[in-house]
Protein backbone atom coordinates (compact mmCIF):
# COMPACT_ATOMS: atom_id res chain seq x y z
CA UNK A 1 0.00 0.00 0.00
CA UNK A 2 1.22 3.65 -1.17
CA UNK A 3 2.72 5.21 2.36
CA UNK A 4 2.12 8.66 2.51
CA UNK A 5 5.59 10.36 3.34
CA UNK A 6 6.99 13.35 5.14
CA UNK A 7 10.20 13.91 7.22
CA UNK A 8 10.48 15.75 10.35
CA UNK A 9 12.66 15.99 13.03
CA UNK A 10 10.81 14.03 15.82
CA UNK A 11 9.98 15.60 18.70
CA UNK A 12 7.49 14.63 21.41
CA UNK A 13 4.74 17.34 20.36
CA UNK A 14 4.80 15.84 16.10
CA UNK A 15 4.89 12.74 17.49
CA UNK A 16 1.88 13.85 19.35
CA UNK A 17 0.07 15.82 16.87
CA UNK A 18 0.58 13.17 14.08
CA UNK A 19 -2.72 11.10 12.58
CA UNK A 20 -3.74 9.40 10.23
CA UNK A 21 -5.83 10.48 7.64
CA UNK A 22 -9.91 8.94 7.25
CA UNK A 23 -9.12 7.52 3.55
CA UNK A 24 -5.96 5.44 4.73
CA UNK A 25 -4.86 2.44 6.25
CA UNK A 26 -1.70 4.05 7.75
CA UNK A 27 0.51 6.91 7.74
CA UNK A 28 4.03 7.52 8.09
CA UNK A 29 6.80 10.06 9.35
CA UNK A 30 10.05 9.95 8.96
CA UNK A 31 13.02 11.32 11.24
CA UNK A 32 15.63 13.66 9.84
CA UNK A 33 18.00 13.06 12.15
CA UNK A 34 17.75 8.94 12.06
CA UNK A 35 16.92 8.51 8.11
CA UNK A 36 15.92 4.45 9.14
CA UNK A 37 13.07 5.53 12.04
CA UNK A 38 9.75 6.52 11.04
CA UNK A 39 6.42 6.88 13.54
CA UNK A 40 3.43 4.67 11.95
CA UNK A 41 -0.19 5.47 12.59
CA UNK A 42 -2.96 3.65 12.29
CA UNK A 43 -6.80 4.69 12.15
CA UNK A 44 -7.43 3.78 15.59
CA UNK A 45 -4.59 5.98 16.87
CA UNK A 46 -2.40 3.48 17.56
CA UNK A 47 1.23 5.05 17.03
CA UNK A 48 4.60 2.60 16.54
CA UNK A 49 7.80 3.47 15.93
CA UNK A 50 9.09 1.51 12.76
CA UNK A 51 12.91 0.42 11.27
CA UNK A 52 12.94 0.30 7.74
CA UNK A 53 16.43 -0.45 5.45
CA UNK A 54 17.33 -2.11 2.79
CA UNK A 55 19.40 -5.37 2.65
CA UNK A 56 20.83 -7.51 -0.62
CA UNK A 57 18.80 -5.11 -3.01
CA UNK A 58 15.45 -5.72 -1.20
CA UNK A 59 13.71 -3.43 1.49
CA UNK A 60 13.36 -4.79 5.16
CA UNK A 61 10.99 -3.69 8.09
CA UNK A 62 11.00 -3.96 11.92
CA UNK A 63 8.61 -2.43 14.41
CA UNK A 64 11.04 -1.77 17.49
CA UNK A 65 7.77 -0.66 19.86
CA UNK A 66 4.78 1.72 20.85
CA UNK A 67 5.65 5.50 21.13
CA UNK A 68 3.96 5.25 24.44
CA UNK A 69 6.72 2.39 25.72
CA UNK A 70 9.78 4.23 23.68
CA UNK A 71 10.99 7.60 24.07
CA UNK A 72 12.06 9.26 20.94
CA UNK A 73 16.16 8.75 21.74
CA UNK A 74 15.99 5.50 22.71
CA UNK A 75 13.98 4.33 19.45
CA UNK A 76 16.67 6.41 17.99
CA UNK A 77 19.82 4.72 19.12
CA UNK A 78 17.80 1.59 18.47
CA UNK A 79 17.35 2.07 14.97
CA UNK A 80 20.86 3.37 14.56
CA UNK A 81 21.79 -0.34 16.35
CA UNK A 82 19.89 -2.09 13.55
CA UNK A 83 21.26 0.15 11.02
CA UNK A 84 24.61 -1.11 11.57
CA UNK A 85 23.95 -4.77 11.83
CA UNK A 86 22.23 -4.11 7.96
CA UNK A 87 25.21 -2.40 6.96
CA UNK A 88 27.70 -5.21 8.02
CA UNK A 89 25.47 -7.68 5.84
CA UNK A 90 23.13 -8.69 8.74
CA UNK A 91 19.45 -9.41 9.03
CA UNK A 92 18.39 -8.01 12.05
CA UNK A 93 15.03 -9.77 12.07
CA UNK A 94 17.05 -13.49 12.06
CA UNK A 95 18.90 -12.30 15.30
CA UNK A 96 15.31 -11.20 16.72
CA UNK A 97 14.17 -14.48 15.69
CA UNK A 98 16.97 -16.44 17.06
CA UNK A 99 16.40 -14.21 20.23
CA UNK A 100 12.49 -14.97 20.46
CA UNK A 101 13.02 -18.62 19.98
CA UNK A 102 15.47 -18.86 22.96
CA UNK A 103 13.08 -16.58 24.66
CA UNK A 104 10.87 -19.25 24.50
CA UNK A 105 13.25 -22.09 25.15
CA UNK A 106 13.95 -20.84 27.99
CA UNK A 107 10.03 -20.49 29.05
CA UNK A 108 9.29 -23.77 28.53
CA UNK A 109 12.70 -24.91 30.46
CA UNK A 110 10.93 -23.46 33.74
CA UNK A 111 7.61 -24.48 33.05
CA UNK A 112 9.29 -27.64 32.74
CA UNK A 113 11.51 -27.38 35.72
CA UNK A 114 8.08 -26.26 37.55
CA UNK A 115 6.01 -29.34 36.15
CA UNK A 116 9.11 -31.93 37.40
CA UNK A 117 9.03 -30.29 40.81
CA UNK A 118 5.44 -30.73 41.40
CA UNK A 119 4.99 -34.27 39.60
CA UNK A 120 8.06 -35.38 41.99
CA UNK A 121 5.89 -33.81 45.02
CA UNK A 122 3.16 -36.14 44.20
CA UNK A 123 2.51 -39.10 46.40
CA UNK A 124 1.62 -42.36 45.34
CA UNK A 125 -1.74 -41.54 47.02
CA UNK A 126 -2.02 -38.69 44.42
CA UNK A 127 -1.23 -40.76 41.68
CA UNK A 128 -3.02 -44.00 42.66
CA UNK A 129 -6.30 -41.95 42.63
CA UNK A 130 -5.23 -41.17 38.95
CA UNK A 131 -4.44 -44.35 38.27
CA UNK A 132 -7.96 -45.71 39.41
CA UNK A 133 -10.01 -42.97 38.07
CA UNK A 134 -8.43 -44.10 34.34
CA UNK A 135 -8.62 -48.23 34.95
CA UNK A 136 -11.70 -48.33 36.67
CA UNK A 137 -13.78 -48.56 33.39
CA UNK A 138 -11.55 -51.74 32.10
CA UNK A 139 -12.26 -53.45 35.97
CA UNK A 140 -15.06 -55.45 37.33
CA UNK A 141 -16.37 -53.95 40.51
CA UNK A 142 -14.67 -56.37 42.99
CA UNK A 143 -11.26 -55.60 41.06
CA UNK A 144 -12.09 -51.78 41.94
CA UNK A 145 -13.01 -52.36 45.48
CA UNK A 146 -9.80 -54.54 45.90
CA UNK A 147 -7.63 -51.27 44.84
CA UNK A 148 -9.94 -48.90 47.30
CA UNK A 149 -9.58 -51.32 50.37
CA UNK A 150 -5.94 -52.23 49.92
CA UNK A 151 -4.68 -48.24 50.02
CA UNK A 152 -7.25 -47.72 52.50
CA UNK A 153 -6.35 -45.58 55.74
CA UNK A 154 -9.00 -46.95 57.50
CA UNK A 155 -10.21 -45.50 60.64
CA UNK A 156 -14.29 -45.80 59.69
CA UNK A 157 -17.07 -47.22 61.30
CA UNK A 158 -17.07 -51.02 60.38
CA UNK A 159 -20.14 -51.89 58.20
CA UNK A 160 -19.88 -56.21 59.64
CA UNK A 161 -22.64 -57.17 61.28
CA UNK A 162 -21.94 -57.42 65.06
CA UNK A 163 -18.78 -55.27 64.77
CA UNK A 164 -20.38 -52.32 66.97
CA UNK A 165 -18.40 -49.26 67.20
CA UNK A 166 -14.87 -50.86 65.75
CA UNK A 167 -13.07 -49.12 63.00
CA UNK A 168 -11.64 -50.51 60.07
CA UNK A 169 -7.75 -51.10 59.99
CA UNK A 170 -5.53 -49.81 57.09
CA UNK A 171 -4.89 -51.44 54.32
CA UNK A 172 -1.68 -53.16 53.51
CA UNK A 173 -0.72 -50.06 50.73
CA UNK A 174 -2.33 -47.20 53.46
CA UNK A 175 1.89 -46.90 54.61
CA UNK A 176 2.67 -46.07 51.23
CA UNK A 177 0.09 -43.49 50.32
CA UNK A 178 2.00 -40.78 51.96
CA UNK A 179 5.20 -41.03 50.64
CA UNK A 180 6.64 -39.63 47.15
CA UNK A 181 6.17 -41.32 44.01
CA UNK A 182 9.90 -41.20 43.66
CA UNK A 183 10.61 -42.66 47.21
CA UNK A 184 8.69 -45.75 46.45
CA UNK A 185 11.81 -48.01 44.89
CA UNK A 186 13.15 -51.66 45.92
CA UNK A 187 14.33 -50.87 49.47
CA UNK A 188 11.26 -49.28 50.41
CA UNK A 189 8.96 -51.77 48.72
CA UNK A 190 11.10 -55.06 50.32
CA UNK A 191 10.97 -52.59 53.72
CA UNK A 192 7.48 -52.73 53.53
CA UNK A 193 6.82 -56.22 52.43
CA UNK A 194 8.24 -57.58 55.36
CA UNK A 195 6.61 -55.35 57.80
CA UNK A 196 3.44 -56.86 56.56
CA UNK A 197 3.73 -60.54 55.61
CA UNK A 198 4.23 -60.86 59.36
CA UNK A 199 1.10 -60.05 60.06
CA UNK A 200 -1.64 -60.28 56.97
CA UNK A 201 0.70 -61.92 54.34
CA UNK A 202 -2.36 -63.08 52.12
CA UNK A 203 -3.63 -59.64 52.31
CA UNK A 204 -0.46 -58.24 51.42
CA UNK A 205 0.25 -60.50 48.56
CA UNK A 206 -2.68 -59.31 46.97
CA UNK A 207 -1.72 -55.76 47.87
CA UNK A 208 1.52 -56.35 45.97
CA UNK A 209 0.61 -57.37 42.98
CA UNK A 210 -2.17 -54.65 42.85
CA UNK A 211 1.34 -52.23 43.45
CA UNK A 212 2.96 -54.15 40.58
CA UNK A 213 0.56 -53.56 38.24
CA UNK A 214 -0.18 -49.79 39.38
CA UNK A 215 3.64 -49.36 38.97
CA UNK A 216 3.94 -50.74 35.29
CA UNK A 217 1.31 -48.29 34.76
CA UNK A 218 3.36 -45.20 36.08
CA UNK A 219 6.73 -46.65 33.97
CA UNK A 220 4.41 -45.96 30.81
CA UNK A 221 3.54 -42.77 31.69
CA UNK A 222 6.15 -40.10 30.97
CA UNK A 223 5.43 -37.57 33.45
CA UNK A 224 5.71 -40.35 36.06
CA UNK A 225 8.24 -42.69 34.46
CA UNK A 226 11.00 -40.54 35.48
CA UNK A 227 10.19 -40.83 38.53
CA UNK A 228 11.07 -44.35 38.94
CA UNK A 229 13.74 -46.77 38.71
CA UNK A 230 14.07 -48.22 35.31
CA UNK A 231 12.93 -51.71 36.86
CA UNK A 232 9.73 -51.67 38.42
CA UNK A 233 11.13 -51.36 41.72
CA UNK A 234 8.28 -54.09 43.49
CA UNK A 235 9.34 -57.06 40.81
CA UNK A 236 12.11 -57.97 43.84
CA UNK A 237 12.81 -61.55 45.00
CA UNK A 238 13.40 -60.44 48.17
CA UNK A 239 9.76 -58.86 48.50
CA UNK A 240 8.22 -61.95 46.92
CA UNK A 241 9.84 -64.16 49.35
CA UNK A 242 8.69 -61.94 52.79
CA UNK A 243 5.53 -61.82 51.64
CA UNK A 244 5.93 -65.62 51.02
CA UNK A 245 3.23 -67.90 48.74
CA UNK A 246 0.03 -68.71 48.87
CA UNK A 247 -0.97 -71.92 50.01
CA UNK A 248 -3.14 -74.26 47.83
CA UNK A 249 -7.06 -74.23 49.35
CA UNK A 250 -8.19 -77.62 50.19
CA UNK A 251 -11.51 -76.66 51.71
CA UNK A 252 -14.14 -78.90 49.75
CA UNK A 253 -17.31 -80.61 50.36
CA UNK A 254 -17.17 -84.26 50.64
CA UNK A 255 -19.94 -86.21 49.28
CA UNK A 256 -20.97 -87.44 53.02
CA UNK A 257 -21.00 -84.19 54.18
CA UNK A 258 -23.61 -82.69 51.80
CA UNK A 259 -26.83 -83.45 53.73
CA UNK A 260 -25.28 -81.62 56.90
CA UNK A 261 -24.23 -78.45 54.76
CA UNK A 262 -27.58 -78.40 52.97
CA UNK A 263 -29.71 -78.47 56.35
CA UNK A 264 -27.68 -76.18 57.67
CA UNK A 265 -27.73 -73.45 54.68
CA UNK A 266 -31.81 -74.14 53.97
CA UNK A 267 -32.18 -73.52 57.96
CA UNK A 268 -30.52 -69.94 57.16
CA UNK A 269 -33.00 -67.20 58.47
CA UNK A 270 -32.48 -65.47 55.16
CA UNK A 271 -34.29 -67.14 52.30
CA UNK A 272 -32.54 -65.22 49.51
CA UNK A 273 -28.79 -65.74 51.09
CA UNK A 274 -29.33 -69.60 51.86
CA UNK A 275 -30.91 -69.72 47.75
CA UNK A 276 -27.45 -67.93 46.80
CA UNK A 277 -25.01 -70.04 48.62
CA UNK A 278 -26.91 -73.34 47.13
CA UNK A 279 -26.62 -71.82 43.53
CA UNK A 280 -22.67 -71.02 44.41
CA UNK A 281 -22.51 -74.84 44.77
CA UNK A 282 -24.96 -75.97 42.26
CA UNK A 283 -23.43 -73.97 39.59
CA UNK A 284 -19.92 -74.22 40.84
CA UNK A 285 -19.95 -70.14 39.52
CA UNK A 286 -17.35 -67.21 41.32
CA UNK A 287 -19.12 -65.97 44.41
CA UNK A 288 -19.27 -62.62 42.48
CA UNK A 289 -20.54 -63.92 39.14
CA UNK A 290 -23.63 -65.37 41.63
CA UNK A 291 -24.22 -62.04 43.42
CA UNK A 292 -24.45 -60.07 39.93
CA UNK A 293 -27.21 -61.78 38.63
CA UNK A 294 -30.29 -60.21 37.28
CA UNK A 295 -33.86 -61.05 36.45
CA UNK A 296 -33.06 -60.37 33.11
CA UNK A 297 -30.48 -62.78 33.04
CA UNK A 298 -32.66 -65.95 33.56
CA UNK A 299 -34.33 -67.04 30.49
CA UNK A 300 -37.01 -69.31 32.10
CA UNK A 301 -38.32 -70.01 28.45
CA UNK A 302 -35.01 -71.86 27.12
CA UNK A 303 -33.86 -72.57 30.88
CA UNK A 304 -30.51 -70.84 30.71
CA UNK A 305 -28.97 -68.32 32.86
CA UNK A 306 -26.43 -65.60 31.11
CA UNK A 307 -23.43 -65.12 33.86
CA UNK A 308 -21.35 -62.39 33.74
CA UNK A 309 -17.68 -64.17 33.20
CA UNK A 310 -14.51 -62.06 34.25
CA UNK A 311 -13.24 -64.04 31.75
CA UNK A 312 -15.16 -63.90 28.63
CA UNK A 313 -17.53 -61.18 29.18
CA UNK A 314 -20.56 -63.71 29.41
CA UNK A 315 -21.47 -67.03 29.43
CA UNK A 316 -24.49 -69.33 29.26
CA UNK A 317 -25.52 -72.26 31.45
CA UNK A 318 -28.23 -74.28 32.18
CA UNK A 319 -30.95 -72.78 34.52
CA UNK A 320 -31.56 -76.75 36.35
CA UNK A 321 -35.21 -77.63 37.83
CA UNK A 322 -34.01 -77.05 41.07
CA UNK A 323 -31.95 -73.75 40.50
CA UNK A 324 -35.37 -72.81 39.36
CA UNK A 325 -37.33 -74.25 41.64
CA UNK A 326 -34.68 -72.00 44.18
CA UNK A 327 -35.06 -68.64 41.86
CA UNK A 328 -39.16 -68.81 41.59
CA UNK A 329 -39.29 -68.59 45.42
CA UNK A 330 -37.09 -65.27 45.81
CA UNK A 331 -39.35 -62.04 45.43
CA UNK A 332 -38.95 -59.78 42.63
CA UNK A 333 -38.07 -56.50 44.71
CA UNK A 334 -35.67 -54.96 42.00
CA UNK A 335 -33.55 -55.62 39.13
CA UNK A 336 -31.27 -58.21 41.44
CA UNK A 337 -31.72 -62.02 41.98
CA UNK A 338 -30.32 -62.00 44.92
CA UNK A 339 -31.73 -58.83 46.23
CA UNK A 340 -30.52 -57.26 49.78
CA UNK A 341 -34.10 -55.66 50.59
CA UNK A 342 -36.09 -57.33 53.32
CA UNK A 343 -39.42 -56.52 54.86
CA UNK A 344 -39.72 -56.37 58.47
CA UNK A 345 -42.47 -57.89 60.85
CA UNK A 346 -42.76 -58.31 64.28
CA UNK A 347 -40.74 -61.41 64.53
CA UNK A 348 -37.70 -59.68 63.64
CA UNK A 349 -35.04 -59.65 66.65
CA UNK A 350 -33.88 -56.08 66.28
CA UNK A 351 -37.52 -54.47 65.39
CA UNK A 352 -37.56 -52.65 68.07
CA UNK A 353 -34.55 -50.99 68.31
CA UNK A 354 -34.72 -50.49 64.71
CA UNK A 355 -38.21 -48.81 64.99
CA UNK A 356 -36.44 -46.86 68.28
CA UNK A 357 -33.83 -45.21 66.46
CA UNK A 358 -36.15 -44.28 63.44
CA UNK A 359 -38.26 -42.73 65.78
CA UNK A 360 -35.27 -40.60 66.99
CA UNK A 361 -34.82 -39.83 63.28
CA UNK A 362 -38.41 -38.80 63.06
CA UNK A 363 -39.58 -41.33 60.60
CA UNK A 364 -40.98 -44.11 62.46
CA UNK A 365 -40.71 -47.56 60.66
CA UNK A 366 -44.08 -49.50 59.91
CA UNK A 367 -44.47 -52.95 60.37
CA UNK A 368 -43.66 -54.67 57.18
CA UNK A 369 -42.51 -51.93 55.52
CA UNK A 370 -39.70 -52.74 52.45
CA UNK A 371 -36.21 -51.61 53.55
CA UNK A 372 -33.05 -52.00 51.94
CA UNK A 373 -29.97 -52.96 53.31
CA UNK A 374 -27.16 -52.57 50.61
CA UNK A 375 -26.13 -49.69 49.01
CA UNK A 376 -25.78 -52.14 45.69
CA UNK A 377 -29.10 -53.05 46.21
CA UNK A 378 -27.88 -56.92 45.97
CA UNK A 379 -26.34 -58.70 48.63
CA UNK A 380 -22.63 -58.38 49.40
CA UNK A 381 -20.68 -62.25 49.88
CA UNK A 382 -22.42 -63.86 52.46
CA UNK A 383 -19.33 -64.92 54.28
CA UNK A 384 -20.28 -64.48 57.32
CA UNK A 385 -23.48 -66.53 57.35
CA UNK A 386 -21.91 -69.17 55.28
CA UNK A 387 -19.59 -70.02 58.31
CA UNK A 388 -22.49 -70.08 60.70
CA UNK A 389 -23.97 -72.71 58.75
CA UNK A 390 -21.08 -74.45 58.46
CA UNK A 391 -20.40 -74.28 62.09
CA UNK A 392 -23.80 -75.83 62.89
CA UNK A 393 -23.08 -78.52 60.21
CA UNK A 394 -19.28 -79.46 61.98
CA UNK A 395 -17.72 -78.02 58.73
CA UNK A 396 -15.75 -75.26 59.93
CA UNK A 397 -13.16 -73.58 57.47
CA UNK A 398 -15.23 -74.08 53.97
CA UNK A 399 -15.25 -70.58 51.82
CA UNK A 400 -17.30 -69.76 49.35
CA UNK A 401 -14.60 -70.13 46.81
CA UNK A 402 -14.49 -73.87 48.00
CA UNK A 403 -18.30 -74.20 47.00
CA UNK A 404 -17.10 -73.40 43.33
CA UNK A 405 -14.04 -76.42 44.15
CA UNK A 406 -16.42 -78.65 45.57
CA UNK A 407 -19.09 -78.55 42.07
CA UNK A 408 -15.54 -79.49 40.58
CA UNK A 409 -14.48 -82.21 42.96
CA UNK A 410 -18.28 -83.78 43.19
CA UNK A 411 -18.22 -84.09 39.64
CA UNK A 412 -15.60 -86.93 39.47
CA UNK A 413 -17.75 -88.89 41.17
CA UNK A 414 -19.92 -88.94 37.57
CA UNK A 415 -16.84 -88.74 35.39
CA UNK A 416 -18.69 -86.04 33.40
CA UNK A 417 -16.03 -84.58 30.67
CA UNK A 418 -13.56 -82.06 32.07
CA UNK A 419 -14.55 -79.56 29.29
CA UNK A 420 -18.30 -79.62 29.72
CA UNK A 421 -17.44 -78.93 33.66
CA UNK A 422 -15.13 -76.56 33.00
CA UNK A 423 -17.10 -74.45 30.55
CA UNK A 424 -19.69 -74.68 32.85
CA UNK A 425 -17.43 -72.90 35.30
CA UNK A 426 -15.92 -70.40 33.32
CA UNK A 427 -12.71 -71.90 32.97
CA UNK A 428 -10.73 -71.43 30.49
CA UNK A 429 -9.84 -74.20 27.73
CA UNK A 430 -6.82 -76.10 28.29
CA UNK A 431 -6.03 -77.80 25.15
CA UNK A 432 -5.92 -76.60 21.04
CA UNK A 433 -9.21 -78.93 20.94
CA UNK A 434 -11.13 -77.63 23.61
CA UNK A 435 -10.25 -74.09 22.18
CA UNK A 436 -10.54 -74.41 18.53
CA UNK A 437 -12.38 -77.22 18.06
CA UNK A 438 -15.18 -78.40 20.72
CA UNK A 439 -18.30 -76.12 20.40
CA UNK A 440 -20.94 -77.54 23.17
CA UNK A 441 -24.72 -76.09 22.41
CA UNK A 442 -26.80 -75.49 25.73
CA UNK A 443 -28.65 -78.68 25.29
CA UNK A 444 -25.87 -80.83 25.85
CA UNK A 445 -24.62 -78.98 28.83
CA UNK A 446 -27.73 -79.25 30.14
CA UNK A 447 -27.82 -83.00 30.09
CA UNK A 448 -24.74 -82.96 31.85
CA UNK A 449 -25.76 -80.45 34.17
CA UNK A 450 -28.84 -81.94 35.39
CA UNK A 451 -27.25 -85.12 36.13
CA UNK A 452 -24.69 -83.00 38.24
CA UNK A 453 -27.46 -81.72 40.02
CA UNK A 454 -29.57 -84.43 40.90
CA UNK A 455 -26.58 -86.42 41.85
CA UNK A 456 -25.56 -83.85 44.83
CA UNK A 457 -29.37 -83.42 45.69
CA UNK A 458 -29.22 -87.56 46.47
CA UNK A 459 -26.16 -87.70 48.25
CA UNK A 460 -27.64 -84.64 50.04
CA UNK A 461 -30.93 -86.70 50.99
CA UNK A 462 -33.18 -84.44 49.01
CA UNK A 463 -36.32 -85.72 47.36
CA UNK A 464 -37.11 -83.19 44.28
CA UNK A 465 -39.11 -83.87 41.57
CA UNK A 466 -37.57 -82.38 38.46
CA UNK A 467 -40.72 -82.10 36.53
CA UNK A 468 -42.82 -79.86 38.88
CA UNK A 469 -43.32 -76.73 37.98
CA UNK A 470 -40.98 -73.86 40.00
CA UNK A 471 -41.92 -72.46 42.99
CA UNK A 472 -45.15 -75.25 43.22
CA UNK A 473 -43.20 -77.43 45.57
CA UNK A 474 -40.44 -77.31 48.51
CA UNK A 475 -37.81 -79.59 48.89
CA UNK A 476 -38.24 -82.03 51.11
CA UNK A 477 -35.15 -83.03 53.87
CA UNK A 478 -35.13 -86.84 53.24
Not at 183 to 194: D, G, K, P
Not at 381 to 386: G, L, S, T, V
Not at 396 to 423: C, K, N
Request: glycine share 6%.
Amino acid sequence: MKKQTGRVRLTAGRVEAFSCPADKAQAFLWDTDTPTLMVRVTPTGRKTYVFESRLNGATIRMAIGTVTDWPIEQARLKAQGLKMLVDNGTDPREIEHDRRIAALDMKAAAIAKVEAERAAALTVGEVWAIYLEERKQHWGDLHYRDHIDKASAGGLRSKRRGAGNQLTKPGPLAALMPLALGELNQSTIEVWAAREGKTRASSARLAWRLLTVFLTWCEQQPKYAALLPAKNPAKTNKAREALGKAGVKKDVLQRGQLAAWFTAVQNLQNPVIAACLQMMLLTGARPGEVLALRWEDINTKWKGISIRDKVDGTREIPATPYMLHLLAALPHRNDWVFSSIRTLDMSDKNIKRREAKSSRRGTPLATGEVQETSSTGHISEPNNPHARACKAAGLEGLTLHGLRRSFRSLTEWLEVPVGVVAQIQGHKPSATAEKHYTVRPLELLRMHHERIEAWILEQAGIVFDPKATPGALHAVAA
